[in-house]
């Protein structure tokens, strides 16, 4: 069993930045793709960022290219999820996820979700 905590989620203002880090507790991190989705008020959760084991292979959504930027750090069993260039469409609770052994969009892949970390841009 896999646990997962999402931070560094806020309050910021069009334009500015934000660092999502993903912990997971989990023996072989290392082999497993991570991913992050994210879920605003009223719509299904969304695929956002994904990236390998090896941190070789990374996945974006259309909206996010260019301004996100997925990262990991397997000695610390973490994932980043840099955030620029933040726009109110951007608001969302965002989740990290665990599951496939390799990068993919698809949110049946992936069976650990961490709790959620709120992101909120102002206009």
């Known amino acids: 069993q896999a646990q997962l905590v999402e931070s560094g989620g806020g309050l910021v203002q069009t334009g500015a930045s934000l660092r999502l880090s993903c912990v997971a507790s989990l023996h072989t991190f290392s082999i497993y793709g991570v991913g992050w989705f994210r879920q605003a008020p009223g719509k299904e959760r969304e695929f956002v960022a994904a990236i390998s084991g090896n941190s070789l292979t990374t996945l974006y959504t259309a909206s996010v290219k260019g301004r996100f930027t997925i990262s990991r750090d397997n000695a610390k069993n973490t994932v980043y999820l840099q955030m620029n260039s933040l726009k109110p469409e951007d608001t969302a609770v965002y989740y990290c996820?665990?599951?496939?052994?390799?990068?993919?969009?698809?949110?049946?892949?992936?069976?650990?979700w961490g709790q959620g970390t709120q992101v909120t841009v102002s206009s």
């Open positions: 996820a665990v599951g496939s052994n390799y990068p993919t969009m698809a949110i049946n892949q992936y069976t650990y």
